[in-house]
């Protein structure tokens, strides 16, 4: 007979966070944290590459509200064309580009502070399945 399986036997997530301000993403980091989440945090494109291979790459990059578009999308593009299926959550308006809609939340109707966006990005992260 085969025990339960409980929450702490469930593999972990680890997401790279994106952020040019930390401030607004600390309340939601925190949070992440909390439900078991690993949580690196980039600032810039080297700092972003540097966390990603450092770490043997993450389930998910998360963009924080402030980041702009030619950042995101170079971020982005560069981390995908290690990983093409890398699942992208944006709080950021506009979203970057993401060739694929079905691994990519858009967050920004979400203060990533407020609990509707911390249910949202945790919703989007459990339906991720693990590679």
Do not use: K, W, Y
Request: hydrophobic share 45%; proline share 11%; aromatic share 4%.
């Amino acid at each position: 007979m085969h025990a339960p399986v409980s929450a702490a036997d469930e593999p972990s997530i680890d997401v790279l966070t994106l952020v040019q301000d930390p401030a607004p993403m600390q309340p939601l980091l925190r949070q992440l944290r909390s439900h078991g989440i690993g949580v690196d945090v980039a600032h810039d494109l080297a700092g972003a590459r540097t966390l990603f291979f450092g770490a043997g790459g993450h389930d998910c990059l998360v963009i924080g509200p402030d980041v702009g578009p030619g950042l995101a999308n170079r971020v982005l593009e560069s981390l995908r064309s290690v990983d093409p299926l890398l699942p992208t959550a944006s709080f950021a308006a506009p979203p970057p580009h993401a060739p694929s809609p079905l691994r990519t939340a858009r967050l920004a109707a979400f203060h990533p502070g407020s609990r509707a966006g911390l249910g949202a990005l945790l919703r989007f992260l459990r339906a991720l399945t693990r590679r």
